[in-house]
């Protein structure tokens, strides 16, 4: 299996060179030269199969000779290790042919663990294997950050910088961070937001000449691709959960980077029959507003009671407009360049052809706040605010009553505590029994000024592995 750059500016690179490259040297994704496709008979066939059995059948062909299936298998084994239910990505009913389906599971609470779980093991693999060390640099907007770390704490071969914005994240996800308190693990606040600390990452991708010689920066960020591989996963599942392939399935999902519902996407394209993919978003709605409006123009951005939304520059979505404008690196770019500077339009027959499969809902903190209250009153259930925000949606863009839609989980409701609390929740939502000394750890984070040069020089003086 090769890869290629949304961008069309490389030569095709190799799955292990693309996970350690993460952004492409022509600033595109990678994407795979070419997609696996599943049959509905093979797909049905995979019905009894646990959810780890399942992943090595869906990320192999992705992964081709780079790591042998038994090594592979041991790797998907290992990072679901971790998770608190036996299912990995249950499933729970709340309406008719409604359905959560949990993400939330894994060590810190957040779907994010489903592919950094795996990406930490598949790092540690391939560098021992290749005898070198790394530098991953990763900007979160809440749940990447922690989950980044959990999966990369023990690796020996790389120092983890992650960057958050100040003040902009739950009190819960930078305790998350910041409480880890290993030597090659820095958490840094910068003064400003996720679009800032996102920027900054691929700025210092692009010009990598700050870090030690023979260093590299390796993403953890959804633009490395062995993350959306590992999210492919739980589509192919929750569908095999709810009769497909036979029946048509629908999903909802919280977004802000565009990088799990992209997952979705590629599902589908896979084989996997997804009769509708909603686009979830809160105030920060430019997805919304590009898919019902062909308005994908910039504002600024507002912080909300769902911060990890809370982001404008969607960089998944580049990946989406590779396909949509028919694999033309020359199109996409000019895209990027128009969207960067602030307005990017869409041609009229790639809008309908998005909207065939696509629909896009904006919930402000008002709407989640109300579905939080009446979904607990209904059913007993406490969504936390993303997920409520991709409920909202679920129910609102729902095409076919009789087909099965999942509305993905993508966070445990005690992380969000304050959103829990303005819906009427009488107390903070309690943590699972091993966090639950959280708020007495201490805590390590530097708080820096948005300046490339301040970070990169905190990086550069830090390194220690």
Same mark, same amino acid.
């Given at each position: 299996m090769k890869y290629i750059s949304t961008r069309g500016g490389v030569e095709p690179k190799s799955f292990e060179e693309v996970v350690l490259a993460g952004l492409a040297a022509d600033g595109g994704l990678f994407v795979p030269q070419q997609l696996p496709e599943f049959s509905v008979e093979e797909i049905a066939s995979w019905s009894g199969l646990s959810y780890q059995q399942l992943a090595l059948k869906i990320m192999a062909p992705f992964v081709g000779d780079a790591v042998p299936e038994k090594d592979l298998q041991r790797l998907i084994d290992d990072a679901y290790t971790g998770f608190r239910h036996a299912g990995v990505a249950p499933l *729970? +009913? %709340?309406g008719h042919n409604e359905w959560i389906m949990e993400l939330f599971h894994g060590p810190t609470l957040a779907f994010k663990d489903f592919a950094l779980q795996f990406l930490g093991n598949l790092l540690d693999y391939i560098l021992a294997k290749r005898n070198q060390k790394v530098v991953v640099m990763g900007a979160t907007s809440g749940d990447t950050g922690s989950a980044a770390i959990e999966g990369c704490r023990h690796c020996k071969n790389l120092d983890i910088f992650i960057l958050h914005p100040y003040q902009r994240i739950s009190e819960v996800q930078r305790r998350q961070m910041t409480t880890v308190l290993a030597d090659n693990i820095h958490n840094l606040a910068l003064h400003g937001n996720f679009d800032d600390c996102q920027n900054m990452v691929k700025a210092s991708f @692009? #010009? +990598? !000449?700050f870090l030690p010689e023979g260093r590299q920066l390796v993403a953890v960020n959804s633009i490395n691709w062995a993350r959306i591989m590992a999210q492919i996963v739980y589509y192919f599942w929750a569908s095999l959960s709810l009769g497909g392939p036979e029946r048509k399935v629908s999903? !909802? *999902?919280? %977004? $802000? /980077?565009? $990088?799990d519902i992209f997952a979705g996407y590629l599902a589908h394209k896979m084989g996997l029959p997804i009769e509708q993919l909603v686009i979830a978003t809160n105030q920060n709605d430019i997805l919304h507003r590009c898919i019902s409006g062909n308005d994908h123009s910039t504002k600024p951005l507002q912080q909300s009671l769902a911060p990890s939304m809370d982001i404008m520059i969607s960089s998944n979505f580049e990946r989406l407009l590779f396909d949509l404008y028919q694999r033309d690196g020359d199109e996409v770019a000019r895209l990027m360049a128009a969207a960067k500077a602030g307005s990017m339009k869409l041609n009229d027959d790639v809008l309908a052809q998005a909207r065939e499969l696509f629909s896009s809902y904006r919930c402000d903190d008002a709407g989640m706040v109300e579905i939080i209250r009446d979904t607990f009153a209904e059913s007993d259930y406490l969504l936390d605010p993303h997920t409520a925000i991709g409920l909202a949606a679920a129910r609102h863009c729902r095409a076919n009553q009789d087909t099965p839609m999942v509305t993905l989980a993508t966070a445990h409701p005690a992380k969000f505590p304050d959103a829990v609390r303005r819906a009427g929740y009488p107390c903070d939502p309690p943590l699972p029994s091993h966090m639950s000394d959280l708020f007495e750890r201490e805590e390590r984070? %530097? *708080?820096? #000024? /948005? #300046? !490339? $040069? @301040? *970070?990169q020089q905190f990086m550069a003086e830090n390194i220690v592995s």
């Open positions: *729970v +009913q %709340t @692009a #010009d +990598q !000449s999903f !909802s *999902v919280p %977004t $802000g /980077n565009f $990088g984070c %530097t *708080v820096l #000024d /948005n #300046d !490339s $040069g @301040a *970070v």
